[in-house]
């Protein structure tokens, strides 16, 4: 445990150190900043507004920062060849990928909590009082973020950083738009199709299932066992992926 948390803590330093980060941050901070002069396009619904495009703010620039980060959390110690420093010492490989993940996972959860913090004072600004549900609209968010640092790290055991970045892009928009492939699925006339169609449905991860800021905002919040199905339905994946990427990266040669 002692040098998992070794390795995440220097990934964690390394990343916040990226001046990538902090363009991100600022300019996440700065359009959630925006949203608070809407009002004018937005009669009567600017309390609705703001916590809406606030979260969708926070989830949009997280994402993008785990996407351009997380494609080269392996390959940048392979170009400076450090990772040849790192596998002769006591450090095992799969404790990199445990530690690698939970660095970069820190990361992006300081940098949620923090805008998340920043979205609440323009509420209050806004409403004259703070509204927490914005915190567990995005708690289903922690789950979909950590599929997609999964799936990063664990293509890019055998694939490149544009590769893995593609990769993953690709990921987070099939899984928000998985329910269309469904229904094609239901409504295609030939067999492979609706067959590959829904293989494809039940095997990648459906985002939809961590998307609930609609739901929160305009009806409540969920009932207490969605948020079970949600953690155990993210954890599966974030497991096996974390799984299949250490029975990689152990069998890689380095030369």
């Known amino acids: 445990m002692r040098r998992i948390f070794v390795v995440s803590k220097n990934t964690f330093k390394e990343l916040t ?57 392996l390959h940048r110690e392979m170009d400076k060849r450090t990772i040849y420093l790192v596998i002769t010492t006591p450090v095992k490989r799969r404790e990199i990928i445990i530690g690698k993940f939970f660095g970069l996972f820190s990361v992006v959860l300081i940098n949620v909590f923090l805008m998340e913090v920043f979205h609440q004072l323009l509420i209050l600004l806004n409403d004259r009082n703070f509204d927490f549900t914005m915190f567990v609209a995005l708690y289903p968010f922690i789950y979909e973020i950590s599929i997609i640092i999964s799936l990063l790290i664990f293509f890019s055991t055998f694939t490149g950083v544009f590769f893995s970045a593609f990769v993953g892009f690709l990921f987070y928009v099939i899984g928000h738009l998985i329910e269309s492939l469904k229904l094609f699925a239901e409504i295609t006339k030939y067999p492979l199709l609706k067959f590959i169609s829904y293989a494809f449905y039940y095997i990648l991860p ?13 009806e409540g919040i969920p009932a207490k066992e969605y948020f079970i199905f949600s953690s155990l339905y993210g954890l599966i994946y974030i497991i096996f992926l974390i799984y299949l990427s250490i029975l990689i990266f152990e069998k890689k040669e380095f030369k």
Request: no cysteine; glycine share 6%; hydrophobic share 55%.
């Open 17 to 73: 150190r990226q001046k990538i980060f902090l363009i991100i941050v600022i300019f996440g901070l700065t359009m959630l900043f925006i949203t608070f002069f809407l009002y004018p396009l937005s009669v009567g619904e600017q309390s609705k507004i703001l916590r809406d495009f606030g979260l969708s703010a926070i989830t949009f620039f997280n994402t993008l920062l785990v996407i351009i980060t997380g494609a080269t959390l």
């Open 206 to 218: 459906n985002f939809e299932h961590f998307n609930i800021k609609n739901r929160i905002i305009y």
